[in-house]
């Protein structure tokens, strides 16, 4: 056999495949080359988002459901009564990034029992509700660091004291770090709800109840039937 047949096969011209320079950036799940990583995985924030809802069987799981589904990142969930019979507020608080906080709306407001959906504002008052159950060595600190949060001692025996705290998010995570010192047996935290100030609607469109009594104008003293 030849020789030739032993020599290299010339290719196109240019630099070896491991001498070409390889791109560093990454794809999103959509395929997607993005320049960083930072642009693949957006920032995050925190955002309270209030549905105001039918109040009836079946609500609440029809929203968990949903987030169970979109696999969406919910710190906090709460339900109430609203001043309006058959209302009942949601109170959500989501970690997502804005795309994602946006889904969470639009796919909230699809829901039939659903009748409005809104973003509070970062002035919007907040507060939530922790009990701690926490061992009873050091009652007297226990009831300095309650009263510093001004919180109330809702249970003493003489191995564990139960307080309640009340307050917004920093207020809450402080007092718990306060009281890990005497050992936390147990705690329930209800999550953040929240409601606009001032005149604001908590969620657009909202109407406040009605109140049963009707008003009386300023000008116009309420008669008095009983001396007629």
């Known amino acids: 056999m030849s020789g030739e047949d032993d020599a290299p096969t010339e290719g196109m011209p240019g630099p070896s ?3 070409r320079p390889h791109p560093e950036a990454r794809r999103t799940e959509h395929g997607v080359r993005v320049d960083s990583q930072a642009d693949a995985e957006p920032e995050t924030r925190t955002a309270v988002v209030s549905a ?3 109040h009836e069987p079946g609500v609440l799981s029809s929203v968990s459901g949903l987030f169970s589904r979109r696999q969406f990142n919910i710190e906090s969930l709460t339900v109430g009564p609203t001043t309006v019979d058959g209302h009942a507020r ?3 608080v989501v970690e997502e990034p804005d795309h994602g906080i946006e889904q969470v709306r639009k796919q909230l407001a699809k829901l039939p029992p659903v009748i409005q959906v809104g973003e509070l504002a970062e002035t919007a008052v ?6 701690l159950k926490v061992r009873g060595d050091e009652p007297d600190k226990v009831h300095a660091i309650t009263r510093m949060y001004e919180g109330q001692t809702l249970d003493a025996g003489p191995r564990t004291i139960t307080v309640q705290i009340t307050g917004d998010q920093q207020k809450i995570d402080d007092a718990v770090d306060a009281f890990r010192q005497f050992g936390i047996i147990e705690i329930a935290r209800t999550g953040q ?3 606009a100030r001032g005149d604001t609607p908590t969620t657009p469109g909202e109407e406040p109840g009605h109140s049963t009594e009707p008003d009386v104008p300023d000008d116009e003293p309420a008669t008095d039937d009983s001396r007629q």
């Open 90 to 92: 949601i109170t959500l």
């Open 193 to 195: 709800t929240a409601l």
């Open 52 to 54: 105001l809802v039918e």
């Open 17 to 19: 495949p491991v001498e």
């Open 126 to 131: 907040q507060a939530e509700l922790v009990l």
